[in-house]
């Protein structure tokens, strides 16, 4: 029975993915910030016993703690899944993340999240993860921190998700030696509380989509960064 361990799972595509996981039968740690109020992952877990503990994952501390509780397991797949996109203001405007108007202690908590959270849980579990068979890292980013194809504002979020690309195709190099694949995949525009009602995806069809991508991941493909539907997407 493989294992996976997500971050973030309280809710959205995390809780989406611990479901679908466990009911492919694989054993599931299901980490988020608050495990007392995650209800509805309390209620999965219950149901199907996958392990629920806290980690969040903008405190080195909290990830110190979270490499302790695991010491000695091996992770098949670790999906850096927890993100933060930061303030939304309004159908144009991105309060905080405009230029001229930047909160530059919201940009710095968006990096510790969706960058510096991902390649410091990657170095507190690599250990588990080259124990595995299946030696996979993979992290949720997003299409809209393309380079190419960027339509201005939103700079904590945008760059953020941009700099983890990088982190993940730099991994990609550093840890192929020891046979451990990474990617940066993007979900698409999702039905959760960050991609809002009107986005036109639901987690079951992205989730669906990831899942595909994370079981096809190897050397060939390690450190690519592709949309949940596995096409390529432009850095
Ligand atoms: N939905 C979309 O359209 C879309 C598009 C592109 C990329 N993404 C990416 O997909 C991932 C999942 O997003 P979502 O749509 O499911 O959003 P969501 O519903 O807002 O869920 C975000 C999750 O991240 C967790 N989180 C935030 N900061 C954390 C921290 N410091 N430590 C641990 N967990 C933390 C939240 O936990 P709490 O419950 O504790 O707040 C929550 O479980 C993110 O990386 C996001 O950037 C989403």
Redesign the pocket.
């Known amino acids: 029975m493989p294992t996976v361990f997500i971050?973030?799972?309280?809710?959205?595509?995390?809780l989406e993915l611990a479901r679908q996981y466990a009911a492919d039968g694989w054993r599931v740690i299901a980490t988020?910030?608050?495990p007392a109020t995650?209800d509805e992952l309390n209620q999965l877990a219950a149901a199907s016993g996958m392990q629920v503990f806290a980690?969040?994952?903008?405190s080195g501390t909290s990830i110190e703690s979270a490499r302790q509780t695991m010491s000695g397991v091996p992770i098949d797949v670790l999906l850096n899944?927890?993100?933060?996109?930061g303030p939304k203001a309004g159908a144009d405007k991105d309060l905080g993340q405009s230029f001229g108007s930047i909160r530059y202690e919201v940009l710095e908590e968006v990096w510790r999240?969706?960058t510096v959270?991902p390649l410091r849980i990657t170095e507190a579990l690599i250990e588990n993860l080259a124990s595995s068979s299946q030696r996979k890292v993979v992290t949720?980013?997003?299409?809209i921190a393309s380079i190419a194809s960027t339509e201005g504002g939103l700079y904590a979020y945008r760059s953020s998700?941009a700099a983890v690309n990088m982190i993940m195709a730099t991994l990609a190099k550093d840890l192929a030696p020891r046979g451990v694949h990474t990617l940066a995949v993007?979900?698409?525009?999702?039905r959760?509380?960050?991609?809002g009602q009107n986005?036109p995806l639901t987690a079951q069809i992205s989730v669906t989509g990831i899942r595909a991508r994370v079981a096809e991941l190897d050397a060939t493909m390690s450190g690519q960064f592709r949309l949940y539907d596995g096409s390529l997407l432009a850095w």
């Open positions: 971050t973030g799972a309280s809710r959205g595509l995390g988020c910030r608050s995650a980690l969040d994952v903008a899944n927890a993100g933060l996109f999240t969706n959270g949720i980013s997003s299409g998700k993007c979900p698409g525009w999702t959760t509380r960050m991609g986005a």
